[in-house]
């Protein structure tokens, strides 16, 4: 007897497959550009967070929640929940507005997300995920400027593009399992890479005897990272209300009308059985229509029924917990700084050259993150959680003295979220029998940042409330998701001379699963 993998997709899905494939490849080189943030010119840029669209959705709350249908890569624990194949990819757009006491200015900036796999190793026992999403993003082009004396001054510019990228594959499963309880652990291997490009200019008046100056940077990081999660899951509570007084209360209630209904449902069959040949058309219009009404109110009131007498109970605690250990990332710095002149229509010819360094070899080390979260699950179907991460910025540095980073002042980061998701339906199993709307994911969140960086004297806060669905497509015969959210908030402060920034995140993704009578990657016997 031998074994073979059969791939059981469509030509249709694996043409999506492929297309969604190259665009997101395709944004996520093409993504940084100018508009990310004046902040991204700090430190690595602008830190991206792991999750995908049902986790941005709500408060970028991850670590205790677990769902089958999505990939959680923020917690590789999560992994061995996998009960099928799936393929996410996600897309984001930002909309900034950025403002000091002067004026304001405005910016938008679409980028790449995220694109996953995963699928069970072993079903809803172990699983793996690979995938690709960003580190930080860099973008932005500022202007400044000096006094030189009272009649001329000196005009600075900075600008930056870039950011580093993760490549990850990660394995998690069920280590300890009991009826009520189960430990799990995991790991992600993740692969950091990618380039920051940054120029400095400093341009003098023509007539004061200066040479201009321009500054090159480039940064590139290539190393590996790991990370380690564990998620724990308990029965707090289980159990039927059938014996609850308020609940027999309520079904004799319900009884009482059913059995009304019925008995008006009787005596209008009764008129339209025998005396229905002695009324004329309007009155059996009239009859009918009647009838039609209490069948329809005796069959809500036998659904309630229903409902009531499977009334049960089921309280869930989770609990997740990572930790990112601290990497010294090997990179290349290249630099050079010269003196320029403006030819004609604004071109720039070089003079002399001050510094020069080709591709010197150092290290850029990222402190080591610790994450915990607790959340509790009503029912299967009401989820509410929180979370908090810390990480100490201080212990930041790079074996290079050439970042433009003598404003900026690395600090202790923490960030809170609380998140929920309201699920109906509380199984999936149920979603093709279901009306649209109760078949839908509802999700929430609120998250607190204080950032690593601290600009004149003033650690750098930002705040969002979150919010999105999940809206299953061909819920008959397909566990596809369509996810849609977006986030609302604040970063910086008019005080001490700084920017705020104001925002409003797009959030969109797309999780392709099997159809109900495929399975991708099944592992088929044959004689």
């Known amino acids: 007897m031998g074994y073979r993998l059969s791939l059981n997709i469509t030509a249709a ?13 395709n944004g996520t080189m093409n993504a940084q550009t100018s508009g990310v943030s004046p902040y991204s010119a700090y430190g690595l840029g602008d830190l991206s967070s792991p999750g ?49 006491e002067q004026g304001s200015a405005e ?21 793996m995920s690979i995938g690709l999403l960003p580190v930080s993003n860099v973008g932005y082009e500022l202007l400044d400027s000096e006094m030189l004396d009272s009649t ?32 799990s ?31 090159r940077e480039s940064l590139r990081v290539k190393d590996l990272s790991y990370d380690l999660g564990l998620h724990y899951s308990t029965i707090l509570v289980e159990d039927s209300l059938q014996n609850k007084e308020w609940l027999k209360k309520k079904k004799a209630r319900t009884k009482l009308k059913l059995d009304g209904l019925n008995g008006q449902l ?14 004329d058309s309007l009155q059996k219009d009239s009859v009918q229509k009647i009838f039609d009404k209490f069948k329809s109110r005796s069959s809500k009131s036998k659904r309630k029924m229903s409902r009531l007498n499977n009334k049960w109970r089921k ?24 003196t320029f002149a403006y030819g004609t229509g604004e071109v720039e010819f070089p003079r002399d050259t001050i510094e020069f360094i080709d591709e010197e070899r150092g290290t850029v080390f990222i402190p080591e993150l610790i994450s915990f979260g607790v959340g509790v699950k009503f029912n299967n179907k009401f989820t509410v959680g929180t979370e908090l991460h810390l990480r100490d910025w201080r212990k930041y540095s790079t074996t290079f003295d050439v970042e433009e980073t003598s404003k900026a002042k690395h600090l202790r980061s923490s960030r809170y979220s609380l998140g929920m998701e309201y699920y109906p339906l509380g199984n999936h199993k149920k979603a093709e029998r279901a009306k649209f709307f109760s078949a839908m994911k509802y999700r929430m969140g609120f998250r607190y940042l204080e950032s690593y960086l601290q600009l004149n004297d003033k650690q750098l806060s930002q705040y969002g409330i979150s919010f999105g669905v999940g809206i299953p497509l061909l819920k008959a015969h397909s566990n596809s998701w369509l996810s849609i959210g977006g986030e609302v908030g604040e970063r910086g402060t008019h005080k001490n001379d700084l920017l705020k920034e104001q925002y409003v995140n797009l959030y969109f993704g797309l999780t392709i699963a099997p159809l109900k009578r495929d399975k991708w990657f099944r592992k088929n016997k044959i004689d």
Request: charged share 15%; proline share 4%; glycine share 8%.
């Open 13 to 25: 899905i694996r043409s999506i497959l492929v297309a969604l494939t190259l665009i997101v490849l």
């Open 52 to 100: 995908f669209t049902p986790q941005l959705s709500m408060g970028q709350l991850a670590l205790p929640i677990v769902d089958p249908a999505n990939i959680n890569v923020s917690n590789p624990a999560t992994y061995g929940y996998l009960q099928y194949t799936i393929f996410d990819v996600g897309m984001a757009s930002k909309f900034l507005s950025i403002s000091t």
């Open 107 to 127: 910016f938008t900036n679409s980028k790449a997300r995220n694109i996953a796999l995963a699928f069970p190793i072993v079903r809803e026992k172990w699983g």
């Open 152 to 183: 001329s001054s000196v005009n600075y510019q900075y600008a930056g593009e870039g950011g580093l990228n993760r490549f990850y594959m990660g394995v998690g499963g069920k280590v300890w399992q009991k009826p009520k309880s189960i430990l």
């Open 185 to 215: 652990a995991g790991v992600n291997f993740s692969y950091i890479f990618g380039s920051v490009e940054k120029v400095r200019k400093a341009i003098y008046p023509t007539d004061e005897g200066y040479y201009n100056t321009r500054t």
């Open 266 to 279: 009787n005596l209008l069959r009764f008129q339209l059985d025998s005396v229905q040949p002695r009324l």
């Open 315 to 338: 309280i869930d605690l989770l609990l997740g917990a990572t930790y990112i250990f601290g990497s010294n990332l090997h990179a290349e710095v290249s630099l050079l700084t010269e």
